[in-house]
């Protein structure tokens, strides 16, 4: 079956633009979840929902990212007023129970 | 007490060796611990995964062991593959279902041939 999808696949913009990265779930999981990666780091927890609400956001850098899922399906990251520390790739991943699945990522470039 | 701290940065194994890399973790609410493996420009694959009810865990030329009481687990590579160039990660969750990750911070295997 199809696996995690995200889009776009590479974003450049310029420092104080807003963006918006999307996450196309498998299919019945109820569970997704944001991370960032930095080149040549770890993955770093952002947010995760659990249906549509977000019992976790503690990961969220500061008050310029967001995130909604509407439908227990596609979820949007926004992130307004980018930095340049923005620069890493936004990985996104979905799970029915422990197991996590993760999609490409979109690899964001700010001017 | 969120760590997970992985071990080595990075690792160089001859064609057929075995490649060991090593995790440890503090916080013992810890319960779940998968292995990704990450390509070059692709997102993190899960590889295999463990619980603290058993010591070790094979999957084909995978095995993860893991020892409770010195909050250490680590993944071995047997018969080690070019192919299997990349950088793995270690992570940890707690609780039962859906949790958050924390991830090593990964290690770049390289495989001679």
């Known amino acids: 079956g199809a696996g995690v999808s995200q889009s776009p696949s590479n974003k450049v913009t310029e420092k104080g633009k807003d963006v918006e990265l999307r996450c196309d779930p498998i299919?019945?999981?109820?569970?997704l979840y944001w991370y960032r990666q930095r080149l040549g780091q770890g993955l770093e927890f952002l947010i995760y929902?659990?249906?549509?609400?977000?019992?976790?956001k503690s990961g969220l850098p500061s008050d310029r990212f967001s995130a909604e899922r509407t439908g227990e399906s596609v979820s949007t990251l926004t992130i307004q007023r980018t930095q340049q520390e923005d620069s890493a790739v936004y990985l996104c991943a979905s799970s029915l129970e422990a197991a996590q699945y993760f999609g490409p990522g979109t690899r964001l470039l700010v001017l | 007490q969120q760590q997970v701290k992985q071990s080595p940065q990075s690792l160089i194994v001859q064609k057929g060796g075995i490649s060991i890399i090593n995790c440890a973790y503090e916080?013992?609410?810890?319960?779940?611990f998968p292995w990704y493996q990450q390509f070059p420009g692709k997102g993190p694959a899960l590889l295999i995964a463990?619980?603290?009810?058993?010591s070790e865990k094979k999957e084909g030329r995978f095995t993860i062991s893991f020892n409770k009481s010195a909050k250490q687990f680590s993944l071995h590579i047997m018969d080690s593959q070019p192919g299997d160039s990349a950088t793995y990660f270690c992570a940890a969750s707690k609780g039962q279902g859906a949790q958050k990750l924390v991830f090593g911070q990964g290690t770049r295997l390289t495989i001679n041939p």
């Open positions: 463990i619980r603290p009810d058993v």
């Open positions: 299919s019945g999981h109820t569970a």
């Open positions: 916080n013992t609410a810890f319960d779940y």
């Open positions: 929902f659990q249906g549509n609400s977000a019992p976790d």
